[in-house]
Nanobody, 122 residues
Framework: QVRLVESGGGAVQAGGSLRLSCVAS?????MSWFRQASGKEREGVAA???????YYADSVKGRFIISKDNAKNSLYLQMNSLKPEDTAMYYC???????????????????WGQGTQVTVSS
């Protein structure tokens, strides 16, 4: 398994921006962001594959941007125009061995970070 460490969470007002970072101990094909709000299931936010193709949940399209730096084994999530409903614990995840249909499916990922809290106030 890959060791993942997230950073960059915090509290921000609606309309603000935050940038999350995740450092991986080694490279994998899929690197993704998930989030879990209190009392809700973990949901996929954005994913990027080994070829740099990006996948987004409909709820964040046009607001969030996923990117990676292969040289640093690092993953980023630029979150703009944040809404109170974006409040959640955000997790970095990594894995390989499945196609694009699984990009935002949490049950397919075996390596997870500890999470970083994002709180958006209205």
């Amino acid at each position: 398994q890959v060791r993942l460490v997230e950073s960059g969470g915090g509290a921000v007002q609606a309309g603000g921006s935050l940038r999350l970072s995740c450092v991986a101990s080694s490279a994998t094909y899929w690197m993704s962001w998930f989030r879990q709000a209190s009392g809700k299931e973990r949901e996929g936010v954005a994913a990027i594959d080994g070829g740099g193709r990006k996948y987004y949940a409909d709820s964040v399209k046009g607001r969030f941007i996923i990117s990676k730096d292969n040289a640093k084994n690092s993953l980023y999530l630029q979150m703009n125009s944040l809404k109170p409903e974006d409040t959640a614990m955000y997790y970095c995840a990594a894995d390989y061995g499945f196609g694009s249909a699984g990009a935002l499916r949490a049950q397919l990922y075996h390596s997870w970070g500890q999470g970083t809290q994002v709180t958006v106030s209205s």
